[in-house]
């Protein structure tokens, strides 16, 4: 079967990434980077492919099947819209857009043109993620009652040294992390019917918070809690426990907690507590502990697998722009929450 050509759109950190892992995979051949900072060019040498400034030449010169987009959130539009014009496939970066107007952008040139749009909320693929997923539809937690989750870390001080991760509406934890954490809970949950939100830029004085906290209300009737910070050392943060990137610290600690009628379970610990079948329950009765075991994956190789089949039209999205676009209006309206003081209903897509 002849290799899919993929390009890469903005090789920063995330994007270089994507560009290792085009290049490593057999089913699929890296064809170009481009970059508008032209110091970026040596990404592209270092993996001996060509190198533009500019997605309209990387396109037209390179004629790749599909094109991986991880330019800053407020570029997502202006480059998906470039590749849907020339009928390339598209695997974007997560949040799909910085603002739903653009998101709707995005799904409107995809619509226009009939291309695919995979949306890089790449935890999705996780095995780990799935079988939460699972666990809570087939009934083992019972009626799920409710969740809370830590996003506590610290990011060293050169990581702000990009300006836009300082400045709105693209930078902060908000947009930039806990969009994956609020699209897996959406994945595993449900869909969220309200959101309350507060926000904190004490710890380090920039135009983003630094930290917040957010109450869901689920449209199943769960309730949920996230406590959030970028700027606290603490083991207590999917980065540090789900194992995925070898460069974070790993702790073997629980970020994620789901508390049902039947039992509850801590994440990714995987870690299922619920009382024994024919016990008496209630508080003075033990609990046992059940670890679930799963057998782990790199989601991040699991979606480029995944798109490339996209791209011969073998798979439907995973998560299409439609979909990614309900996790985005989740966290604006945690934004708009925390302007307006009350809880918020997230747009409509």
Same mark, same amino acid.
């Given at each position: ?6 390009? /890469? ?10 560009? %290792? +892992? ?6 699929? $051949? +890296?064809?170009?980077?481009? *970059? ?12 001996? /492919?060509?190198?533009? !400034? ?21 570029? =997502? @539009? ?12 598209? +695997? ?7 603002? +739903? ?8 040139? @995809? ?9 890089? =909320?790449?935890?999705? =693929?996780?095995?780990? /993620?799935?079988? !939460? ?10 009626t799920l009652i409710g969740f809370s989750a830590l996003w506590t870390l610290l990011k060293p001080d050169d990581y702000f040294q990009a300006a836009w991760r300082r400045e709105r509406p693209g930078g902060g934890p908000l947009l930039i992390n806990l969009i994956h954490d609020l699209d897996s809970l959406r994945f595993i949950c449900g869909e969220v019917k309200s959101i309350y939100a507060r926000m904190s830029s004490s710890a380090r004085g920039f135009p983003v918070e ?8 689920? $449209? ?9 910070? *970028? ?9 540090? !426990?789900?194992? %995925? ?11 994620? =907690?789901?508390?049902?009628?039947? @039992?509850?379970? &801590? ?29 782990? &994956?790199?989601?991040?190789? @699991?979606?480029? %697998?995944?798109?490339?089949? /996209? ?10 722009? %439609? ?12 934004? $708009? ?13």
């Open positions: 079967m002849e290799r899919v050509r993929i390009a /890469v759109i903005g090789a920063g950190l995330i994007g270089a990434k994507h560009a %290792e +892992l085009v290049r490593a995979n057999g089913a699929c $051949e +890296l064809v170009g980077i481009c *970059d508008t900072d032209t110091a970026r060019r040596r990404v592209a040498e270092a993996l001996e /492919v060509p190198f533009h !400034t500019s997605a309209d030449e990387l396109i037209e010169r390179e004629h790749p099947h599909g094109a991986i987009v991880a330019t800053p959130n407020s570029a =997502h @539009a202006s480059a998906c819209i470039a590749c849907a014009e020339r009928g390339v496939h598209i +695997l974007v970066e997560k949040p799909i857009a910085d603002t +739903l107007d653009n998101a709707r952008q995005i799904i409107a040139a @995809a619509s226009q043109h009939g291309i695919s749009v995979l949306v890089g =909320h790449h935890r999705r =693929h996780n095995p780990l /993620v799935r079988k !939460t997923r699972d666990l809570l539809r087939d009934g083992t937690l019972g630094d930290s917040l906290t957010i109450s869901l209300t689920m $449209e199943s009737g769960a309730l949920g809690t996230i406590l959030a910070s *970028d700027a606290a050392p603490a083991p207590w943060s999917y980065e540090a !426990t789900a194992g %995925e990137n070898p460069a974070y610290f790993h702790a073997a600690e629980s970020c994620y =907690h789901f508390v049902g009628t039947n @039992a509850s379970l &801590a994440f990714p610990r995987m870690e299922l507590w619920r009382y024994p079948e024919s016990a008496p329950r209630g508080w003075t009765h033990p609990l046992e502990c059940r670890r679930i075991e799963v057998r782990l &994956a790199d989601p991040l190789e @699991a979606q480029l %697998e995944h798109f490339c089949r /996209v791209i011969r039209g073998e798979h439907e999205p995973l998560i299409g722009p %439609e979909d990614a676009t309900r996790s985005l209006a989740v966290a604006l309206a945690a934004g $708009e929450s925390t302007r307006a003081g009350a809880a918020v209903e997230p747009a409509a897509v």
